[in-house]
């Protein structure tokens, strides 16, 4: 996977800069962190710069979230429901909470898409609840590109300070990553206690 990564922006330099993130967006197992900070290790050898590796990973970042934006458009709130009236009750879960859940997006989507960005894997999925919750298309876009913009920016510019030892980052986003997945899932887990505590 790395080689393949590598060979496609040796080749075409910014433009497949803009199609790997656009496609890690999408299929989130594919590392943003070895495409940004190859990228950042490129500029010092080849005539990209670091502001154009930012912002074309930038496009590349937003071209992928509208897509999933546009996949949670058509799987909107009244499917969902349709949905759980159907198998809900194999997950004991009712209309009600579908309409909670979404009451809560929406009250806290915009920091939610923020925040998301700057989260490894949770950072490509925060689009589809967004398209879902109907969230404003220009805010979403300008949320996706500031988060975005963030995490580009760090990881670039990692890169092009390590220069040929860029791949050393992998090992810190690593743990980084871990930490934080490992914080999403106490999170969850306490979320899922408070729900079961305030249905009964």
């Known amino acids: 996977m790395e080689n393949w990564i590598i060979e496609v922006m040796n080749s075409y330099g910014y433009l497949g800069i803009v199609l790997l993130i656009a496609l890690e967006n999408i299929f989130p197992p594919i590392p943003s962190e070895v495409i940004l900070t190859f990228s950042g290790f490129l500029t010092t050898t080849s005539d990209v710069t670091v502001m154009g590796v930012i912002i074309f990973s930038t496009i590349g970042s937003i ?10 458009r ?4 009244d499917k969902l429901e349709k949905i759980v009236n ?17 009451a809560w997006f929406r009250k806290i989507g915009v920091w939610a898409v ?12 925060i689009s589809i609840p967004a398209g879902m919750a109907r969230m404003n298309f220009g805010i979403f876009l300008f949320f996706t590109m500031i988060g975005s913009l963030i995490w580009n920016s760090v990881l670039v510019t990692i890169g092009a300070k ?24 106490i999170l969850f887990l306490m979320l899922i206690i408070w729900f079961i505590k305030t249905r009964k």
């Open 86 to 102: 159907r198998w809900g009750h194999i997950l004991r879960l009712t209309q009600k909470d579908v309409q909670k859940a979404d």
């Open 74 to 77: 058509l799987l909107d709130v």
């Open 114 to 125: 923020l925040i998301g960005r700057l989260v490894p894997i949770v950072r490509s999925l």
């Open 63 to 72: 071209i992928g979230a509208i897509v999933l934006f546009g996949i949670g």
């Open 162 to 185: 390590l220069g040929s030892s860029w791949n050393t980052i992998l090992e810190y986003v690593d743990i980084y990553s871990n930490v934080v997945l490992i914080l999403l899932a």
